[in-house]
């Protein structure tokens, strides 16, 4: 289970403070991730998990850029690079100063206080994250001998109160952390890919 994330405090968004939000939220947890496949045992009952902890931010719905709601609804023809040039994509706005807040992401649709560019910049490295696991899941259960079996699972564990959101949220950490851990103790057959709030598959 990887809970890797950290968010922008001050609404001060050039490309030396975001830079860090996707190393860690994204570059850091995908490359972790990957590090680590071969070490996973597949002998367990139902094979081995990874579960990334992202948010309802991440969700397509949120995202302004409709070009990419379309590119991330083919699953098809989803790569790590497609991810990797959505991320870079934003990250060249930001740094030559032409992105506009809520050109990227519906702000409006931030849980709790309006965080205004931190949302924005947190949504969109969620976004990348859940689109990554569901590309791992591909790459494991649609190619003829890709080996171990493994699931593969993103999930929202709700607006916790904890010091990422200087501990405004309305949820325990406990309740927090209830759909991450099912899903690396009971996850059901059958729905690895897909991302997951209150011990449901959600929309993404």
């Known amino acids: 289970i990887n809970n890797a994330g950290i968010i922008l405090i001050e609404n001060d968004t050039t490309f030396e403070t975001v830079k860090p939000i996707f190393d860690t939220n994204y570059f850091g947890v995908k490359n972790v991730t990957k590090a680590l496949l071969p ?3 597949d002998d367990t009952p139902g094979g081995a998990r990874v579960i990334v902890v992202a948010s309802r931010a991440g969700q397509l719905k949120c995202l302004e850029k409709k070009e990419y709601v379309k590119t991330f609804s ?9 991810v990797d040039n959505f991320v870079n994509h934003y990250l060249k706005d930001i740094a030559n100063g032409s992105s506009k807040e809520g050109d990227w992401v519906d702000i409006s649709s931030a849980p709790g206080p309006k965080l ?8 969109i490295s969620k976004v990348a994250i859940i689109t990554f696991m569901r590309i791992l899941h591909d790459i494991f259960f649609s190619q003829p001998g890709s080996g171990k079996k493994i699931n593969f699972f993103s999930c929202c564990p709700g607006y916790v109160s904890t010091s990422i959101n200087t501990n405004s949220g309305g949820s325990s950490v ?31």
């Not at 083919?74 to 497609?82: A, G, R, W």
């Open 39 to 41: 070490l996973l045992r």
């Open 74 to 82: 083919d699953k098809e023809h989803l790569t790590e690079e497609v």
């Open 116 to 123: 205004g560019r931190p949302f924005e910049t947190y949504a």
């Open 174 to 204: 406990e309740v927090g952390a209830d759909t991450p851990v099912w899903l690396a103790l009971h996850s059901p057959e059958g729905d690895s890919g897909k991302f997951w709030a209150e011990r449901k598959v959600i929309d993404f």
